[in-house]
């Protein structure tokens, strides 16, 4: 099913896609590859507010994969919902294992995630 979702995406038959994305994911609701792909084909499409919905959902199907949560970060980030990144980016990063830490580490996005407000002071009046 993600395979022909990709072939139409390829072939510009975006309304086949989209179906074919969905019935993958119906038919395992865990599917964090077909969510994403699906999530940015309708963010291209510019239909923002369920390629959002889509995206939160991954860590909620999958809770155990931590590559899904920060693909959820990523794609938030991107989004401009940058201080729900951050938080989804901070408690999934922990949990990687290492390899997969090494591919994170790798991308632009989570070094701005990792110093997303990092010039914030905290000051403790106690």
Do not use: C
Request: a positive charge; proline letters at 3%.
């Amino acid at each position: 099913m993600l395979a022909l979702a990709i072939a139409y995406e390829k072939l510009n038959e975006n309304d086949l896609a989209i179906m074919w994305y969905h019935r993958a994911v119906g038919a395992k609701h865990s599917y964090v590859r077909a969510r994403v792909r699906l999530a940015k084909l309708l963010q291209s499409l510019s239909i923002n507010t369920m390629a959002e919905n889509i995206v939160r959902e991954i860590p909620i199907a999958n809770p155990h994969y931590k590559m899904g949560h920060i693909e959820t970060a990523f794609m938030l980030y991107d989004m401009d919902k940058k201080d729900d990144a951050v938080i989804i980016f901070n408690s999934a990063y922990t949990g990687l294992k290492p390899y997969e830490k090494t591919t994170v580490d790798n991308n632009p996005l989570a070094t701005q995630l990792k110093n997303h407000n990092s010039d914030t002071i905290i000051i403790n009046t106690k």
